[in-house]
């Protein structure tokens, strides 16, 4: 989730691994400090019902005999220590659902290509937002492929083995929403339904106990010194949107590389190592290593290694797939004891030159942050 405005956290930290508690106690100071849900302020969540966290995935999945896989890459988005492929190889069905091949779809017994986004009905509930809403789209073009939604794939086969199947449409989560003659044509017609927002004030916590527990980080210090920070990069988001060409030659942010995603080290950490900008370098944690090129960020954190996610996949179509390499394959198990998610920020590493310059390509080599009228 993305706050607006102020932030009560500093600008220079290290990962975390306890994610949520921090989280928890921006808001509350936020909410003490009356910045929620003001201009230049943080806007709070929603309060919808979470999904379930990659552990409870992961652990359903070990024990699963048949397994359907829709709008999810859990083979490319979990550590290679949690053993998803296994889990996989073991099932004695795997189907799987999407608009294109990808690291778990490779595992599949069998394919069923679902309809592209553009092709289907969708309502969308903010996350983040200061009144309720929901944003809703219908089909913009007819299916150019013989593909099919998952819900009537589902439907066909609960009608097959006598099981009761009543699909979630968009429809259905509009129309609890609607007052005042509404209808859901109406809402379809203008993209969606903004109900106005509420009146109450956030109150401001008077005595409240919060459990906070340090930060876990799975390696030892002396063996791993530095810091591993995995991060969503602008272009892949987590890795999704890397099979597109076209956002493979947009610059990254940090680094301007294009068509790969580099390891972020610091330069006092670049000069102990003898690393120059597009070295090769091996980055290696208690549950795997990975090589990648080295960009040397002058506004990296000293002893936090930092990667993009979106490289490294096995199998995700033409030009995704045997490029680069995925900072998500060599992290811990460590799972956020609130939620069960996967915390990317909690696993320790070593860094070593591997080799000269390699496969770094950068839409400018001169870096921003170096110039002299470079705002910094």
Do not use: C
Request: hydrophobic content about 40%.
């Amino acid at each position: 989730m993305k706050s607006r405005g102020s932030s009560s956290s500093p600008a220079w930290t290290k990962p975390s691994g306890n994610p949520v508690e921090a989280i928890v106690v921006s808001h509350y100071l936020n909410l003490m400090l009356g910045n929620v849900g003001k201009p230049g302020g943080v806007l709070a969540p929603a309060g919808t019902a979470p999904a379930p966290g990659n552990r409870a995935i992961a652990e359903a999945l070990s024990k699963a005999r048949v397994v359907f896989i829709d709008g999810a890459n859990p083979v490319y988005t979990m550590p290679r220590s949690v053993g998803v492929a296994d889990a996989l190889a073991r099932a004695e069905l795997v189907v799987s659902f999407g608009t294109f091949a990808d690291d778990s779809s490779a595992w599949a017994d069998i394919i069923m290509p679902d309809h592209h986004e553009l092709e289907s009905g969708m309502a969308l509930l903010p996350a983040v937002s200061p009144r309720q809403g929901v944003a809703v789209s219908t089909p913009f073009v007819e299916p150019l492929y013989d593909t099919r939604a998952v819900e009537t794939t589902l439907a066909g086969l609960a009608a097959k083995i006598g099981a009761e199947y009543r699909p979630v449409t968009p429809k259905d989560i509009v129309e609890p929403l609607l007052a005042g003659g509404t209808t859901y044509d109406d809402v379809a017609r203008e993209g969606g339904l903004w109900l106005d927002p509420p009146t109450s004030t956030p109150a401001r916590p008077n005595a409240i106990t919060l459990d906070l527990a340090p930060a876990r980080f799975e390696g030892d210090p002396a063996q791993y010194p530095y810091h591993f920070q995995p991060y969503q990069s602008l272009q892949f988001h987590d890795g999704s949107g890397a099979h597109l060409p076209w956002l493979q030659e947009l610059p990254d942010p940090t680094s301007s590389s294009i068509w790969g995603l580099p390891a972020e080290i610091d330069p006092g950490t670049a000069e102990k190592l003898g690393v120059a900008n597009g070295d090769m370098v091996r980055v290696e944690s208690p549950h795997g290593s990975l090589e990648a090129s080295a960009y040397v960020h002058p506004g990296a954190v000293p002893g936090v290694v930092s990667m993009a996610i979106g490289d490294g996949h096995a199998h995700f179509m033409r030009y995704a797939s045997g490029r680069g390499a995925s900072p998500l394959s060599i992290l811990a198990p460590v799972w956020e004891p609130a939620t069960g998610a996967l915390v990317s920020g909690a696993t320790r590493v070593r860094l070593a030159r591997a080799g000269g310059r390699r496969g770094l390509i950068q839409f400018s080599t001169q870096d921003r942050q170096e110039r002299g009228f470079a705002e910094r």
